[in-house]
């Protein structure tokens, strides 16, 4: 898509912006529903010049619905999904479908994304298998890799992504989605366009961000959910005019909201994207 050796971001106003605005936005991490901002990280998607470093962005959390971006190009590679409305797959009683009535019809894959359905990961995983997700996610360098699921339990192909043995840091969400803009991943390249093409758009000042939401909750000792700290996501790309940089917020929850934590995550992203580029 862009080739490694083009010319970095060099607009000054823009990186003087950046540094000053960043320490504005740590200070002001708390968002009106009451989470924490754990990382905000910005970076160059050509020269991966860090521009924005703030919070703890190397731990490791789950990714929750955020792995669809990289589920997404293991199943255009692994020829499982074709396009960005091929396969069309039937809801099944039994299916996950807390997600309301765009979880409960057919759905294809830009409806997957769009509305993150659960059950069609499902049916990706299992249609691939513990082995072969483990070896596409060790060649991503995604996270940990591990797809074992909750100890003792062995449901990694229905869950290992949320709240359970996949972890990743922002840091890596990061590098990997660097690869993704830049076609560098080690599988076919129309499977890294057809999953960036299914990612939502949101625009803000001139800006196109290409981004996923992820949301989860902790599990407790007798492995009930923590509802009151549950962790938000947005991750992904920003492009205008030629420049592109890679983005990801991780917030974590004080207390319980009907709000998703990724959706305030997202909107809390959103409204601080002007000022964090220094565009008004």
């Not at 840091?169 to 057809?194: G, H, I, K, N, T």
């Not at 290409?210 to 949301?215: D, E, F, Q, V």
Request: charged residues 20%.
């Amino acid at each position: 898509m862009w080739a490694n050796n083009e010319p970095e971001l060099g607009r000054s106003a823009l990186r003087i912006w950046i540094a000053v605005v960043a320490m504005a936005l740590s200070a002001t991490a708390a968002s009106p529903a009451s989470s924490e901002t754990v990382c905000t990280l910005l970076l160059n998607a050509r020269s991966a010049e860090i521009l924005v470093e703030n919070g703890d962005c190397t731990s490791r959390v789950t990714p929750a619905s955020t792995f669809k971006i990289a589920l997404a190009v293991m199943g255009y590679d692994a020829g499982i999904l074709r396009d960005a409305h091929d396969p069309v797959m039937a809801f099944r009683s039994g299916d996950p479908d807390w997600g309301g009535a765009n979880w409960k019809r057919d759905t294809d894959p830009a409806d997957w994304m769009r509305y993150s359905v659960l059950w069609y990961s499902q049916r990706i995983t299992a249609a691939m298998g513990s082995a072969t997700l483990t070896r596409y996610a060790q060649e991503f360098d995604y996270g940990n890799a591990d797809f074992s699921g909750d100890p003792g339990l062995e449901n990694g192909l229905e869950r290992a992504w949320v709240s359970s043995s996949l972890q990743i840091s922002p840091r890596e969400q990061a590098a990997f989605l660097r690869a993704l803009v830049l076609d560098a991943l080690p599988v076919d390249r129309q499977a890294m366009a057809r999953a960036r093409s299914i990612v939502e758009v949101k625009r803000s000042a001139g800006w196109m961000l290409h981004g996923k939401t992820g949301a989860a909750y902790p599990r407790r000792a007798d492995r009930s959910f923590d509802y009151a700290n549950g962790w938000g996501w947005y991750v992904g790309w920003a492009e205008r005019e030629g420049d592109v940089l890679i983005f990801a917020r991780l917030t974590q929850a004080n207390q319980r909201s009907s709000a998703s934590p990724g959706l305030l995550a997202r909107d809390a992203f959103l409204q601080e994207w002007p000022e964090l580029v220094g565009l008004h």
